[in-house]
Each structure stands twice: as structure tokens, then as C-alpha cells.
């Protein structure tokens, strides 16, 4: 199954502005501070630069997104921000019921990439990145 058949097909013409993403911008602060509750625990420096490792991807995503104009890719899957606001609610959600520090990490990182592929416009590594967000969770 192609990322087409999930989603409908971008023009070109379409873009996501970071205006609307404002929700994923608002998510992704608060899972970032969210992990320093992580570091207070930690059981080791390997721990407390793994978790200040996420918390920068974090919150590095989050003012990517603040100026963003993404001009999605013709041909390739119609993202749109209510795809992407509701990707990050739902990482948001499942960590919060996480008491793993390494998956909270994990998460973290899974959901920096995945914003990672939104700033490109590629609607097929969009949705792939998003269905390893999934699995993740």
C-alpha cells in the first residue's frame, strides 16, 4: 500500500504554515519539559545526557516549526496540519502513561524525526516517519 492510497495526493499548491501548527509547537515544549522530571531521577550521566539529548530535539523541532511555510511535494500523500497536530497529541498522550525513562527517550526521538520529515514536504517520509512514531508508542 502506497502513502497515496492513505492519504489524498498533494498538488504542489498546498502548503502547511507554522501558524497552524502551533498545537505540535505547543506539544512538543511540553513533552520537552516534561522529561526534566526524567533527569531529576535519572540513575547516571549517560541517562541525564540521553534524556538533555531528547529535551534538545525537542524543543529544536518546536522552533523549526514556528516560521514554517512547508510546501508539500506534488504527487506524494496530502499531509495536513490537523494530520500533524494529531500525531503529536497522540506521542504526548502515550508518553505521559510511560514510566520507562528509555522509552520516553525513544518516543522523543521517534517524534524529532518525524517532524524532521514534515519540514521537507515529502508526504511519503511524512507518513513513514509517522508509522514509526506509531510503532514506537
Known amino acids: 500500500m502506497s502513502t497515496t492510497d492513505i ?12 501558524a497552524n501548527l502551533q498545537a505540535s ?22 541517562a541525564v545526557q540521553a534524556i538533555g539529548r531528547a ?11 514556528v516560521t514554517a511555510q512547508i510546501k508539500l511535494m506534488a504527487g ?19 508518553v505521559a502513561t510511560m514510566t520507562d525513562w528509555k522509552k520516553k527517550v525513544a518516543v522523543a526521538g521517534k517524534l524529532a524525526d518525524f517532524f524532521g520529515a514534515v519540514l521537507t514536504g515529502n508526504g511519503a517520509k511524512i ?3 509517522a508509522f514509526k512514531l506509531k510503532d514506537a508508542l
Open 76 to 94: 506524494e500523500a496530502r499531509v495536513t496540519a490537523d494530520h500533524v497536530n494529531a500525531a503529536a497529541k497522540a506521542a504526548q498522550d502515550a
Open 7 to 18: 492519504l489524498d495526493i498533494a498538488t504542489g499548491n498546498e502548503t502547511i504554515a507554522g
Open 55 to 65: 529535551q534538545a530535539g525537542l524543543t529544536g523541532a518546536a522552533m523549526e516549526l
Open 127 to 129: 507518513v513513514e516517519t
Open 25 to 46: 509547537i505547543d506539544t512538543l515544549l511540553a513533552m520537552a519539559k516534561s522529561l526534566g522530571n526524567e533527569i531529576a531521577n535519572a540513575p547516571d550521566v549517560e
